[in-house]
């Protein structure tokens, strides 16, 4: 089975708290995303592979070492975009695909319309990114365009999720690591994570 980490380092859940909270601006919204994601991604990131090099110091050259590639970064489009920007900080010269999925009002199923993803992603660690995991339905079908694209090391990364999709995750690909900073309690009958923090697209680009 996958490993799950859910963080509980004090920053983390503070600023969540704080995202969590209503009366949130969009402004502060977005900010804490993107500080929780560089935290997150401090700990994501550190078995990333590396390699051997030579540079030279203004005392003296010396052999240590660099990424050997950087990760691809794929946020699920749009509320993914939220966590791609805290990662390009850690990363910059990561590469950047996009998946695009949007959540059938009536059913609660994802439904694909958009996916660009780089050239040699299959060569690359994935960082699979959205703030919220809850039926787990969007997650599963991003991975399913991964895999077809050749795909062999992904990881999930999210703010919050429900146990309800942290279970279809890892029934369906028991072989891929979730992070996540909080595990809240269930799903609502709209399919929302509650307590949650409501919907995070547009708690992020003021749409609601």
Not at 174 to 187: H, Q
């Amino acid at each position: 089975m996958s490993k799950l980490k859910v963080f509980s380092h004090p920053l983390i859940t503070h600023k969540l708290a704080m995202m969590r909270d209503k009366n949130t601006s969009c402004k502060d919204f977005r900010e804490l995303l993107t500080e929780i994601t560089m935290l997150m991604g401090y700990e994501v990131t550190a078995d990333l592979p590396m390699e051997d090099v030579e540079i030279e110091t203004p005392m003296c050259p010396m052999k240590t070492q660099m990424l050997a590639k950087t990760p691809a970064i794929v946020p699920i489009l749009r509320a993914g975009l939220g966590m791609t920007d805290g990662f390009l900080r850690l990363i910059p010269n990561a590469r950047v695909g996009h998946i695009g999925l949007y959540r059938d009002p009536e059913t609660h199923l994802p439904v694909p319309y958009y996916c660009k993803l780089p050239d040699d992603i299959s060569e690359r660690l994935v960082l699979l990114v959205d703030p919220m995991i809850a039926t787990g339905g969007s997650i599963v079908d991003a991975v399913d365009f991964l895999k077809k694209e050749g795909c062999n090391e992904i990881r999930i990364v999210g703010l919050i999720a429900a146990p309800e999709g942290i279970k279809a995750v890892q029934e369906k690909y028991p072989d891929i690591d979730i992070f996540v900073g909080a595990l809240d309690e269930k799903l609502n009958e709209h399919a929302y994570i509650v307590p949650g923090l409501g919907d995070a697209g547009d708690r992020i680009f003021g749409t609601k």
